[in-house]
């Protein structure tokens, strides 16, 4: 089983600022999802990559996906209150099973 | 609007009782999965199943078992919950396509065993 390793573990910030979550492997990447989980909640998917180089947006968040597919990161610009959550990355294995890193716990304080 | 519906948001049980947990999804989902998510330690894999009457064993499944009876509904099973199974549950589906493995998940189960 691939081990995820995720940095930081936590981060609080003020609302405006920006900043970028990690997620590392030793091992290639066949794919990867980055989901967050609100309080209360079950995780969502933002995103998937594939491809190594490969960036993607949605809105104010970018993910980027290691040229060796063996790391990616997720920058949000101006956090807001809004963005307060867990963010964990997963990647794919057999039998349609994922394996999740431990996650970053967001805060964004207004 | 896809959903993945959890019996109870909040479960307090006692020692050994049996306690079952259930999830129905209405995506018509072959994949179904049960989690347990603690602090520091992520999400966790109990069982999962890929189809109805079909179950394999996940990263942790000493203390559980599972039934699928019905392909939209996936039962998590403690036959005997004892204080350490104090945790979050999570369950999950997801489509059996590699180009379409999202995992939907249900709100969770905060279980607390006394």
């Known amino acids: 089983t691939q081990l995820l390793e995720q940095s930081p573990q936590f981060l609080s910030i003020q609302e405006g600022e920006n900043l970028t979550v990690y997620c590392n492997s030793s091992?290639?990447?066949?794919?990867l999802q980055w989901y967050r989980q609100e309080p209360g909640e079950g995780p969502v998917l933002l995103v998937t990559?594939?491809?190594?180089?490969e960036v993607k947006k949605l809105k104010r968040l970018t993910f980027q996906f290691g040229d060796a597919r063996k790391d990616s990161s997720l920058h949000i610009t101006a956090a807001q209150p809004g963005d307060t959550g867990l963010y964990l990355c997963a990647e794919g294995g057999s039998n349609y099973k994922l394996t999740f890193g431990k996650g970053t716990l967001l805060t964004v304080n207004p | 609007d896809v959903k993945v519906t959890q019996s109870s948001r909040y479960l307090v049980k006692r020692t050994g009782e049996k306690v079952f947990l259930e999830c129905v999804q209405d995506m018509d989902h072959e994949n179904m999965f049960w989690y347990r998510q603690d602090p520091g330690l992520g999400l966790r894999l109990i069982y999962f199943s890929y189809d109805v009457k079909m179950k394999e064993k996940g990263d942790i499944p000493e203390g559980y078992s599972v039934s699928r009876e019905k392909k939209e509904r996936f039962s998590l099973i403690l036959e005997s919950a004892s204080t350490n199974q104090t945790s979050m549950y999570l369950c999950?589906?997801?489509?059996?396509?590699?180009?379409?493995?999202?995992?939907?998940f249900g709100p969770g189960t905060r279980l607390t065993v006394l």
């Open positions: 091992s290639v990447f066949s794919s």
């Open positions: 999950a589906s997801s489509f059996n396509d590699f180009l379409q493995d999202e995992q939907f």
């Open positions: 990559v594939v491809t190594g180089g």
